[in-house]
């Protein structure tokens, strides 16, 4: 099985920063990316931000210059640096991670339970 945790989330005010880790562990062959997703009641998943197993970053267009995607291969962790947050960006962030599991030959999708973030003054 594999497991994903997500911390970090909370409250701050508009200006302020935050960073959310999100952790993969069990029967992991290989990951193939890591990323982050928030959703708005009513309204899909977005993308946030991801990186891929060669270190390449995507963003979604409303973070880009603010958030920054980080990740710890050795931990299987990736980090979400969040910076010069708005009021726009309260949300449930998901992880998401696309991992092969062993003895398993292709990648899943695996999600976390979400982590609240709400920026307000």
């Known amino acids: 099985q594999v497991q994903i945790v997500e911390s970090g989330g909370g409250l701050v005010q508009p200006g302020g920063s935050l960073r959310l880790s999100c952790t993969a562990s069990g029967s992991i062959f290989r990951i193939n990316s890591m990323g982050w997703y928030r959703q708005v009641p009513g309204k899909e998943r977005e993308l946030v931000a991801d990186i891929i197993s060669g270190g390449s970053t995507n963003y979604g267009d409303s973070v880009k210059g603010r958030f920054t995607i980080s990740r710890d291969n050795a931990r299987n962790t990736v980090y979400l640096q969040m910076n010069s947050l708005k009021p726009e960006d309260t949300d449930v962030y998901y992880c998401?991670?696309?991992?092969?599991?062993?003895?398993?030959?292709?990648?899943?999708?695996?999600w976390g339970q979400g982590t609240q973030v709400t920026v307000s003054s």
């Open positions: 998401n991670a696309k991992i092969v599991p062993v003895g398993h030959p292709i990648a899943y999708d695996f």
